[in-house]
């Protein structure tokens, strides 16, 4: 079962991946269906952008007439920055826009029809709070204009964006977008970073409890950085990588039953692995590893 992590449980981590790394490539259902419906890449930012930026990423597709499929990702703890366009609405807006998509704490679904394209920015976990200092919690589960942020500006960036065909090049329209608006130092936010890379990297910690011990933090403060800065708990995050491990470790084939999975990945039994897998997932992790 083997390179996925080694017995300290450190967890393998994308080999592009900026440093430090804050989320691993996971997340996609169904990865090599989805490939099928549309194209995926992750243009590199400026190097300037990288204490708040894990990386950009552009969806395209092309699908004929009558035909949907139902994108679905088990999200990140990560507030995203779109420019998008297409044929029909996404998100139940009219296209083509610019958008703030704050921490999804469920499933994250968009049925992809006709023509479209998406350019986003993945902010690192904290990333979105230092930037705009804003409390990130009061964007979860919220899509909302890039208008709240920026203003008029967010207009231009969106005029600017589409005014590209070629993705590298659009990349370079938003690292000069983002390059004259850089934030100022924080401290707090450089604490929440290093906690936040720590825990992705070690698939060890999966209490609160151990991460407040490992980073010399009290719960009562690791709570209230999250929340300033991440937008859901440092519990909710915790689980949610753990998620993302029995989704990458199913699609790879690299267990060899559920209980072995369960237990590999510290649930307490396999019923409570069976049901956080299906609430967020939306079937059993059997019937998900059957398709």
Do not use: C
Not at 133 to 139: F, L, P, S, Y
Not at 218 to 223: C, E, I, K, M, P
Not at 240 to 252: G, K, M, N, P
């Amino acid at each position: 079962m083997g390179s996925w992590k080694n017995a300290t449980g450190r967890r393998g981590l994308p080999p592009d991946a900026r440093r430090p790394a804050t989320s691993t490539h996971a997340g996609i259902l169904r990865p090599d269906q989805f490939a099928r419906y549309a194209d995926l890449s992750r243009p590199t930012p400026d190097p300037r952008l990288d204490p708040w930026i894990e990386h950009y990423w552009t969806v395209a597709w092309n699908l004929p007439t009558g035909t949907t499929y139902l994108s679905e990702v088990v999200p990140h703890p990560a507030v995203h920055v779109t420019v998008e366009s297409g044929t029909t609405p996404h998100h139940g807006l009219e296209m083509p826009a610019a958008l703030v998509h704050g921490v999804v704490t469920r499933r994250f679904s968009i049925p992809l029809s006709g023509e479209g394209r998406s350019f986003g920015i993945k902010f690192r976990p904290g990333g979105f709070g230092a930037w705009t200092g804003d409390d990130v919690g009061g964007w979860t589960d919220r899509v909302e204009s890039l208008r709240a942020v920026f203003g008029a500006a967010a207009d231009d960036l969106l005029r600017d964006v589409l005014g590209e065909s070629s993705d590298a090049v659009r990349a370079e329209v938003m690292d000069a977008f983002l390059l004259e608006r850089l934030p100022a130092p924080d401290p707090a936010y450089d604490r929440v970073i290093a906690i936040v890379a720590g825990l992705v990297a070690d698939s060890s910690l999966v209490t609160v409890e151990q991460v407040a011990e490992r980073f010399h933090v009290s719960v009562r403060t690791l709570q209230r950085l999250f929340r300033r800065y991440v937008g859901v708990g440092p519990k909710w995050v915790l689980r949610r990588h753990r998620l993302h491990d029995a989704v990458t470790l199913i699609d790879a084939g690299e267990y060899a039953d559920l209980a072995d999975l369960s237990a590999r990945l510290g649930w307490f039994d396999q019923a409570h692995f069976t049901r956080e897998f299906t609430d967020l997932v939306g079937v059993p992790p059997g019937e998900y590893a059957d398709r």
